[in-house]
């Protein structure tokens, strides 16, 4: 049962097109990544979602409801963990999670949520004193503590070192498995991969890939690469009229051959032939990353936020 | 972190209280929070009533027929409205949009209106406090009467409250940050009081300038707390002047607020 669904959805502000045309569906209890460059549309098309913005055309439905006419019933099904959004300084840990308790109808347990992200240690630590992320875990405790349906997480890892971040994603996974639906907006391919189940990537406004990750990154992120250093010398020519291969390059006395999945097969089959072993034999398998840049046609997304 | 998150999802056993009750008292504990606040908007001020109160017991210390600090007591209490509604609610509310708490709180059921609503209470509230606490000690410590026509003191009391906040608002609405808002608060802070009388009270002031103090909002406010003070019915016109504040600055910060 799809539990948000988007349909061509588009969004201007004055000249400027945020979202120009925007589909997608979400099924429950799905992780579903919303990837992009920023100003690629990613923000907008979730704030579409969520309600903070009225689509200038197009249809959004969350849980059935709309969230221009419903928000106030969605919002109690919906927890949302928005990009750079603070709490007042001198406002503690647990004064925060009981005051944002007392905003749903069926709260979940603060103490027990501040336990499980890691925080229970600062319950009467002000929102000031907290480490970035400590402050990024208490924004996903805000978003959880409502029980929602359907978890939206606004570039949740960004500023976490990566043993929080590893920390975070396991959590994620926790959550998921209670049922909720997460809709995670990343501009970050290794976290997108790691958790995601489908992703939409968005480009100037439009969707542009959809599908798992590894569906995505056989299909559009290219060739695999397999490295080798032969133990003996080696005719290039030998390698390149295999079936599979296109390409053989050298680094140095290192061999690359790009080809196929059937490539890697007939190269060690070739070398054993000729009774040439492959050493510090690496296969590289096209990852989220490689497609992400083949469908944007730009750098490297983790670069350019 | 542990692997098991059922106990964390569970629904909480009990219900934490209304919202609204919940977001007053946690403005009202940041509030207490802020010590340079509270001594600008209350020790300060209620300093100044003692030093005064102590003065007029000495020769040439009445001022219009009134000891001093009977003069002072509706200065100091359009001192105390003004410095939690001008200086103190734009700051915070102009910082809460600013940080996106604002935004935030739009993605909860409970939405971003209420905290405004929670901020205006507070602040109301502690300037009341303030004004009873001006009242008491000027009554129990120096013998100033109580207010000889407390209606009008009241209706006086709320339509000047009314158009500080309102202007408090105009400057959340106005101001880009937090901070910004703060300096405009108290560039406002002093011509008002200056107009109010604090430190020429309007007993000395030349014609002109109390022409001028007339229409302004706590020029009016203090004449018509003063009259009300005295046993007498504040002047129409000071009413109708702060009345119209009120309303021009409260339409014009709904007008102009932005939440992001």
Same mark, same amino acid.
């Given at each position: 049962?799809?539990?948000?669904?988007?349909?061509?959805?588009?969004?201007?502000?004055?000249?400027?097109?945020?979202?120009?045309?925007?589909?997608?569906?979400?099924?429950?209890?799905?992780?579903?990544?919303?990837?992009?460059?920023?100003?690629?549309?990613?923000?907008?098309?979730?704030?579409?979602?969520?309600?903070?913005?009225?689509?200038?055309?197009?249809?959004?439905?969350?849980?059935?409801?709309?969230?221009?006419?419903?928000?106030?019933?969605?919002?109690?099904?919906?927890?949302?963990?928005?990009?750079? !959004?603070?709490?007042?300084?001198?406002?503690?840990?647990?004064?925060?999670?009981?005051?944002?308790?007392?905003?749903?109808?069926?709260?979940?347990?603060?103490?027990?949520?501040?336990?499980? %992200?890691?925080?229970?240690?600062?319950?009467?630590?002000?929102?000031?004193?907290?480490?970035?992320?400590?402050?990024?875990?208490?924004?996903?405790?805000?978003?959880?503590?409502?029980?929602?349906?359907?978890?939206?997480?606004?570039?949740?890892?960004?500023?976490?070192?990566?043993?929080?971040?590893?920390?975070?994603?396991?959590?994620?996974?926790?959550?998921?498995?209670?049922?909720?639906?997460?809709? %995670?907006?990343?501009?970050?391919?290794?976290?997108?991969?790691?958790?995601?189940?489908?992703?939409?990537?968005?480009?100037?406004?439009?969707?542009?890939?959809?599908?798992?990750?590894?569906?995505?990154?056989?299909?559009?992120?290219?060739?695999?690469?397999?490295?080798?250093?032969?133990?003996?010398?080696?005719?290039?020519?030998?390698?390149?009229?295999?079936?599979?291969?296109?390409?053989?390059?050298?680094?140095?006395?290192?061999?690359?051959?790009?080809?196929?999945?059937?490539?890697?097969?007939?190269?060690? !089959?070739?070398?054993?032939?000729?009774?040439?072993?492959?050493?510090?034999?690496?296969?590289?398998?096209?990852?989220?990353?490689?497609?992400?840049?083949?469908?944007?046609?730009?750098?490297?997304? !983790?670069?350019?936020? | 972190?542990?692997?098991?998150?059922?106990?964390?999802?569970?629904?909480?056993?009990?219900?934490?209280?209304?919202?609204?009750?919940?977001?007053?008292?946690?403005?009202?504990?940041?509030?207490?929070?802020?010590?340079?606040?509270?001594?600008?908007?209350?020790?300060?001020?209620?300093?100044?009533?003692?030093?005064?109160?102590?003065?007029?017991?000495?020769?040439?210390?009445?001022?219009?027929?009134?000891?001093?600090?009977?003069?002072?007591?509706?200065?100091?209490?359009?001192?105390?409205?003004?410095?939690?509604?001008?200086?103190?609610?734009?700051?915070?509310?102009?910082?809460?949009?600013?940080?996106?708490?604002?935004?935030?709180?739009?993605?909860?059921?409970?939405?971003?209106?209420?905290?405004?609503?929670?901020?205006?209470?507070?602040?109301?509230?502690?300037?009341?406090?303030?004004?009873?606490?001006?009242?008491?000690?000027?009554?129990?410590?120096?013998?100033?009467?109580?207010?000889?026509?407390?209606?009008?003191?009241?209706?006086?009391?709320?339509?000047?409250?009314?158009?500080?906040?309102?202007?408090?608002?105009?400057?959340?609405?106005?101001?880009?940050?937090?901070?910004?808002?703060?300096?405009?608060?108290?560039?406002?802070?002093?011509?008002?009081?200056?107009?109010?009388?604090?430190?020429?009270?309007?007993?000395?002031?030349?014609?002109?300038?109390?022409?001028?103090?007339?229409?302004?909002?706590?020029?009016?406010?203090?004449?018509?707390?003063?009259?009300?003070?005295?046993?007498?019915?504040?002047?129409?016109?000071?009413?109708?002047?702060?009345?119209?504040?009120?309303?021009?600055?409260?339409?014009?910060?709904?007008?102009?607020?932005?939440?992001?």
């Amino acid at each position: 049962m799809a539990v948000i669904d988007v349909e061509h959805v588009h969004k201007q502000y004055g000249d400027k097109v945020a979202v120009d045309d925007v589909s997608l569906t979400v099924e429950e209890g799905e992780i579903f990544g919303v990837l992009g460059r920023n100003g690629a549309g990613k923000t907008t098309t979730v704030e579409c979602i969520v309600g903070l913005r009225r689509p200038d055309r197009g249809l959004v439905r969350v849980l059935g409801m709309d969230p221009q006419r419903d928000g106030h019933e969605l919002r109690q099904q919906v927890g949302v963990q928005l990009q750079e !959004s603070d709490l007042p300084d001198k406002l503690t840990v647990a004064e925060a999670i009981g005051l944002y308790a007392s905003f749903y109808r069926t709260p979940a347990d603060g103490r027990a949520l501040l336990e499980l %992200l890691g925080l229970a240690g600062q319950r009467n630590t002000r929102y000031r004193r907290l480490s970035g992320g400590q402050k990024q875990r208490l924004s996903i405790a805000l978003a959880l503590i409502g029980r929602p349906r359907i978890a939206v997480l606004d570039e949740l890892t960004t500023g976490l070192d990566p043993a929080a971040r590893r920390g975070t994603w396991a959590l994620i996974e926790d959550i998921r498995r209670q049922g909720v639906t997460i809709l %995670l907006v990343s501009h970050f391919m290794e976290e997108a991969e790691r958790l995601c189940d489908r992703v939409a990537v968005i480009e100037a406004g439009r969707v542009v890939a959809i599908g798992s990750p590894a569906g995505l990154a056989g299909r559009l992120g290219g060739e695999q690469r397999i490295r080798f250093r032969p133990s003996g010398p080696l005719d290039g020519r030998l390698l390149a009229d295999l079936p599979g291969v296109t390409s053989v390059t050298r680094a140095g006395d290192t061999v690359v051959v790009t080809g196929t999945a059937d490539a890697l097969m007939a190269v060690t !089959s070739a070398l054993a032939g000729r009774g040439i072993a492959a050493h510090e034999l690496r296969v590289e398998q096209p990852s989220l990353e490689d497609a992400f840049v083949a469908v944007t046609g730009g750098g490297h997304p !983790s670069t350019l936020n | 972190m542990p692997a098991d998150i059922a106990p964390a999802y569970a629904a909480a056993p009990t219900r934490p209280g209304p919202a609204l009750a919940r977001l007053v008292l946690a403005e009202a504990r940041l509030l207490l929070r802020e010590p340079v606040a509270l001594f600008w908007g209350l020790a300060f001020p209620m300093a100044l009533l003692a030093v005064l109160g102590i003065a007029s017991s000495g020769p040439g210390s009445r001022l219009g027929g009134l000891p001093l600090v009977a003069v002072y007591e509706p200065i100091l209490i359009a001192f105390v409205t003004v410095a939690f509604a001008i200086q103190g609610l734009p700051a915070v509310v102009a910082g809460y949009r600013e940080r996106r708490i604002l935004r935030r709180l739009a993605t909860t059921p409970v939405g971003p209106v209420r905290v405004i609503a929670a901020q205006l209470a507070i602040n109301l509230a502690v300037a009341l406090v303030a004004t009873a606490g001006i009242l008491a000690i000027g009554r129990l410590a120096f013998g100033v009467a109580l207010p000889g026509q407390p209606a009008g003191f009241l209706v006086t009391y709320v339509l000047a409250a009314a158009a500080m906040l309102g202007l408090g608002m105009l400057i959340a609405a106005l101001a880009p940050t937090g901070r910004s808002a703060g300096v405009i608060g108290t560039m406002l802070f002093f011509p008002l009081m200056f107009f109010a009388g604090l430190w020429i009270p309007r007993a000395t002031m030349p014609a002109s300038l109390l022409r001028v103090s007339d229409f302004t909002p706590l020029g009016a406010a203090v004449q018509a707390l003063q009259d009300s003070m005295r046993g007498a019915w504040p002047h129409p016109a000071g009413l109708a002047g702060l009345a119209g504040y009120a309303v021009v600055f409260t339409v014009a910060a709904a007008r102009f607020f932005r939440w992001d």
